[in-house]
């Protein structure tokens, strides 16, 4: 492992935890993380040109053209303070996406480190995102379930409400799957060829798959 601290591709399926976990990582370590699903979410929010061309493909399940997508990472890259890595949640999602990537960061003098997949089966997907809500309203915005009653009622003492994301309704969500197997699961192929893939299983508590992937990456398996 370089003196650098890593720059590193968490991937899985919709509801592995990539979020919550790069939430718990970026406590602990100088990575800078770089969600897009969230900035795409930001700039639809914003009704941005991009926020309008990306929110049919959102609504769908469907992915975002590599061309935008590779743009979107690009102004990201940019602004990066060289002495912090990365953590890229969501991203590279498809083959060219991956194997666009490692040129990309050439060209802000970077190279990834390592690829962390959080797996967990699609049974497991589908209830934590049917039942997945976002508490709104009540600070940062934080993921909450409906078979936790205890997060639910953190989120209303808040002052908070929990609302759906858009693409969490059962037919979005079995389409993101597909989408997933289809699209992203031969990066685990890829990846693993290259002696990068280091795979973490994810049907843990949020806190143990944290755990599991800080001692991954301070235990110099980089
Ligand atoms: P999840 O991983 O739970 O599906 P994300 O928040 O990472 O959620 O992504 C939400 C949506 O944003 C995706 O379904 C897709 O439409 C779009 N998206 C995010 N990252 C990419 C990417 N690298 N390439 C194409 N589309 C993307």
């Known amino acids: 492992m370089s003196t650098q601290p890593p720059n590193i591709v968490l991937l899985g399926p919709p509801g592995a935890g990539k979020s919550t976990i790069t939430e718990a990582l970026v406590h602990q370590h100088d990575f800078v993380p770089i969600s897009t699903g969230q900035r795409l979410r930001a700039e639809i929010k914003a009704r941005t040109a991009l926020g309008r061309t990306v929110a049919p493909y959102l609504d769908r399940g469907d992915l975002v053209p590599d061309s935008l ?3 979107l990472l ?4 940019e602004t990066l303070d060289p002495e912090h ?3 890229l949640d969501g991203y590279p999602r498809t083959m060219p996406q991956a194997l666009g990537l490692a040129g990309t960061l050439a060209d802000y003098n970077r190279r990834l480190d390592l690829a962390v997949v959080l797996e967990v089966g699609d049974d497991e997907v589908v209830r934590r995102l049917s039942g997945r809500r976002i508490c ?7 993921p909450v379930h409906i078979d936790d009653l205890a ?3 953190r989120c209303r003492e808040r002052g908070g409400q929990p609302v759906q994301r858009d693409d969490d309704r059962p037919e979005v969500v079995r389409q993101r799957l597909a989408v997933y197997h289809r699209q992203t699961q031969p990066l685990l192929d890829f990846y693993d060829a290259v002696g990068q893939l280091r795979r973490v299983d ?3 508590t949020p806190a ?3 755990r599991a992937v ?3 990456l301070s235990n110099g398996s980089t």
Do not use: H
């Open 69 to 71: 997508m590779d743009r």
């Open 74 to 77: 690009r102004a990201c890259l």
């Open 85 to 87: 890595g990365f953590l």
């Open 136 to 142: 709104e309203g009540a600070g940062v915005p934080f």
């Open 151 to 153: 997060s639910i009622i």
């Open 202 to 204: 994810a049907r843990n």
């Open 208 to 210: 143990e798959v944290a």
């Open 214 to 216: 800080a001692a991954m």
